[in-house]
């Protein structure tokens, strides 16, 4: 998620940040119980995902390895990155070229290599986007969904939703999931912002069930010698 032009705007930092946490907030959702369906949804994407927490729900925890790329309509830029993700329960750690996300369910640390600084925030899921205490929010409450139709990424036959969030103050308005037919996994999310820029993470490889230890969510500046700490709590 780092990279020497990304951090020169605070601005797309932070817009960088937010989207790694829905991503990461996303699998936790998924991950969760499911307790019903929409109203809102159409049948068929209401039955493949149906299918895909059904495969989620299997998993104690997940590693999951993705690329991001960011894309400005305005600017006529992109910016693209690698990284690994891992979810346990309502944990869950994201790991770039230049930057680290740790979240406890209680506390977030988000670590800035090029300055050594890490930045602490409350984690309160009252705040976030998606609310992953809400079971599986983004499928019930949180979205109106249809399907959008097949295509092929990578060689994988996908099915697509597109899901538009029922609270319209959200700073995007559209997310679409790519679901592999077989494996019924996300294999491809994109969000859509309202100023242009559409963020797409893409899964290069999963992984379930190994052990994580709980320590391993949680910032340790012992790590890190010399770091700075930034309490924003």
Known sequence: MLWNSFWIALSKNITMKKGLLFFA?????????????????????????????????????IKASFSVNVTNKQSNSSVKQSGTLYVKGKKFRVNMSGQEIYCDGKTIWTYLKDANEVQITKYDKNTMD?????????YEKGFVH???????????????????????????????????????????????NKNGV???????????????????????PKSKPGVIEIDLR
């Open 130 to 138: 998606v609310n992953p205490s809400e079971i599986f929010t983004i």
């Open 198 to 220: 559409t963020t797409t993470y893409s899964i290069t490889k999963f992984a379930g069930n190994m052990e994580i230890a709980d320590s391993f969510f949680k910032f340790n």
């Open 146 to 192: 249809k399907y959008a139709g097949q295509k092929n990424i990578g060689g994988k036959n996908v099915d697509l939703i597109e899901m538009t969030p029922i609270d319209k103050s959200k700073p995007y308005f559209k997310v679409r999931l790519a679901i592999e037919k077989v494996a019924a996994k996300i294999k491809e999310m994109a969000v859509y």
């Open 25 to 61: 907030i996303l699998l936790i959702a998924i991950t969760s119980s499911l307790v019903g369906v929409s109203s809102t949804a159409d049948n068929r994407s209401t039955e493949i995902l149906n299918k895909v927490s059904r495969t989620y729900k299997t998993y104690k925890s």
